[in-house]
């Protein structure tokens, strides 16, 4: 079974669109993040949620609104995409260590999705 | 910005040499954490290493630590051509927001079979 899974893989749109990724992670983590690798593979992080709580906000556009229907989904939302928001986007999961002896600090990635914008 | 540096950005070698790829950071830190990435999918985590420890084993993989110099480094013994892939450092920041990594710029290993 896939831990951590994200849709679509591959996304290609036009600049102006609004276009939704989606994330869900099985491993019963309560903490998940969005990251985005551009093309220099410089991976930043962007948000993160701790049971469905905006706990990190990094210095993204408002354009980026993430939601967390539950701890076990973490969606993005990108309005008006701009040639600029190119790059593979990452979700991630991690454990916040209750219950949990060892690993607790280790992330798990998702397989990425790609976002071109035309 | 917070970023770490890798060095060196690429690095090839022969399948048996063994890989070495260094990480600096410029906060104090918690842990540092390394995780590989094969190209087209994510990132998966290699091993961690706590402030208060100086060197870690896991399989083939050995790291260090050194606080003092806000460094560390992931020695890969005895490559093997599926070790090729990007290597990234994550420093886990003390004091900083709960579960935020900052991470390195990557090195590129390609090893030759």
């Known amino acids: 079974d896939t831990a951590v899974s994200q849709t679509p893989k591959y996304l290609v749109t036009q600049m102006g669109n609004d276009k939704s990724i989606k994330c869900e992670q099985n491993?019963?983590?309560?903490?998940m993040y969005w990251y985005k690798q551009d093309s220099k593979k410089f991976l930043k992080i962007m948000f993160s949620y701790n049971n469905k709580e905006l706990i990190i906000n990094e210095t993204v556009p408002n354009r980026f609104s993430p939601k967390s229907p539950d701890k076990a989904h973490l969606n993005l939302h990108i309005n008006s995409l701009e040639l600029g928001d190119s790059a593979v986007y990452f979700c991630?999961?991690?454990?916040?260590?209750?219950?949990?002896?060892?690993?607790?600090?280790?992330?798990?990635f998702g397989p990425g999705t790609r976002l071109t914008v035309l | 910005s917070q970023q770490g540096e890798e060095d060196p950005q690429a690095l090839s070698i022969q399948e048996g040499e063994n890989a070495t790829m260094n990480c600096s950071y410029k906060t104090s830190i918690n842990n540092l954490q390394w995780y590989r990435q094969n190209s087209g999918r994510g990132l998966v985590h290699l091993i961690l290493i706590r402030s208060n420890e100086r060197e870690k084993h896991s399989g083939r993989l050995r790291v260090t630590l050194d606080t003092s110099k806000k460094s560390s480094s992931l020695l890969i013994t005895a490559s093997r051509a599926a070790d090729t892939a990007s290597y990234f450092c994550a420093t886990d920041p003390y004091g900083g927001a709960t579960n935020k990594l900052i991470f390195g710029t990557g090195t590129l290993l390609a090893v030759q079979p």
């Open positions: 991630a999961s991690r454990s916040n260590g209750q219950g949990v002896k060892v690993g607790y600090n280790e992330q798990f």
């Open positions: 491993l019963g983590h309560d903490t």
